[in-house]
């Protein structure tokens, strides 16, 4: 009987090159997608078992420091204004205020909103480094609630003395979005008051002529000329 003739196949050089890489890192590359499986399916048992399910429990819970947020704001006076502050911030008897949700509820959206209402609270009853931390926590994607957190901030800081810092979070708050006509010629107004308030009258004549420039429609573009003259830019 004849003997079969075995035709070996050779791989081209490229084949070759990826089979010998394979044999050589195949148990790294098996054990790094394997962890990687691992993580993903640890991020999706930890999103749908435990994130969202808070998030379900944190939503349900926060209106009533919305309630009390939204008592504060429209108080009509500063004492009721501070009383109604400190209730916010600690609750009152069985009812949590928003330190205490932001401690129960950390890393939701609603405990996220809660560092606004702490920082404003905070801010009224002039603990300005407390209404510093909690809104420098709080981040949203709206840009005309983020511009006001900045605002506040820089008014924590101008009421500390810390001039610099309050100059860079108005015109921050000015910046955010400058499709946004009101938002930004307020505060780019609020950030030339402030500059002209310490003496730095070039950067006030700046921001003036900005809102001069960009806004000329908005209010404060209506009128501003009367402030770049007072910096003695008139006509400019």
């Not at 501070?82 to 008897?93: Q, R, V």
């Not at 009421?159 to 955010?176: F, G, R, S, T």
């Not at 006509?181 to 009258?201: D, H, P, Q, V, W």
Request: charged share 25%; proline share 3%; glycine share 6%.
């Amino acid at each position: 009987m004849a003997e079969k003739t075995v035709h070996r196949v050779e791989l081209p050089p490229v084949l070759q090159r990826a089979h010998g890489f394979w044999v050589n890192y195949s148990k790294p590359i098996i054990y790094i997608s394997s962890a990687i499986i691992i993580l993903i399916c640890g991020w999706l048992i930890y999103k749908y078992m435990f994130k969202l399910p808070q998030e379900q429990k944190a939503n349900d819970a926060v209106f009533v420091v919305q309630k009390y947020f939204s008592d504060f704001s429209n108080a009509p006076s500063d004492s009721t204004k501070s009383m109604l502050a400190d209730k916010c911030l600690n609750g009152e008897g069985t009812n949590q205020g928003a330190l205490k949700f932001i401690s129960k509820y950390s890393g939701t959206e609603a405990a996220n909103l809660c560092n606004y209402y702490a920082g404003a609270c905070y801010l009224n009853l002039k603990q300005f480094d407390k209404a510093i931390k909690y809104l420098k926590d709080f981040q949203t994607s709206s840009d005309q609630i983020q511009s006001r957190a900045y605002g506040m901030i820089g008014d924590a800081y101008s009421e500390l003395k810390k001039n610099d810092d309050a100059l860079d979070y108005y015109k921050k708050a000015a910046h955010l979005n400058e499709k946004d006509e009101y938002t930004s010629s307020e505060f780019l107004f609020r950030a030339g008051m402030f500059a002209e308030s310490i003496g730095k009258n070039k950067e006030a004549a700046e921001l003036y002529k900005k809102i001069k420039d960009d806004y000329p429609e908005s209010e404060k573009g209506k009128t501003i000329d009367r402030y770049l003259a007072r910096v003695g830019k008139i006509g400019e």
